[in-house]
């Protein structure tokens, strides 16, 4: 994506995309659009991490599944779980 002054995003097509990567890549002058871009990447992917501790947490909470099938649904391993577990029986008194 391509982001205006005003941020918001102009769509681009695959090859505008391509082409827009590349200059980026290659012209010292575009750092900032560099920086930008990794910012916004490191930012998904932490929204996306949370988003998965609060389904876990969710999930723990409701007790519906095991800590293996919350693993599979969520991607978090065993000792993740067991944090937010601990986590969540340290803020709410929750035991499970």
């Keep these: 994506m391509l982001y205006s002054p ?3 995003s ?6 505008e995309e391509k082409a827009f990567q590349e200059i980026i890549q290659e012209n010292p002058m575009f750092q900032d659009a560099k920086m930008l871009q990794s910012i916004e990447e490191v930012g ?7 988003g998965m501790e609060t389904a ?11 800590k293996e099938q ?12 067991e944090e937010l577990e601990k986590k969540l029986q340290s803020e709410s008194g929750w035991s499970g």
């Design 70 to 81: 919350i693993s599979e649904i969520t991607g978090l391993d065993r000792k993740k779980l």
């Design 44 to 50: 998904r992917e932490k929204g996306r991490e949370e």
């Design 56 to 66: 876990a947490i969710n999930l723990l909470r409701s007790q519906w599944l095991n």
């Design 6 to 8: 005003i941020n918001h």
């Design 10 to 15: 102009l769509p681009l097509e695959p090859a």
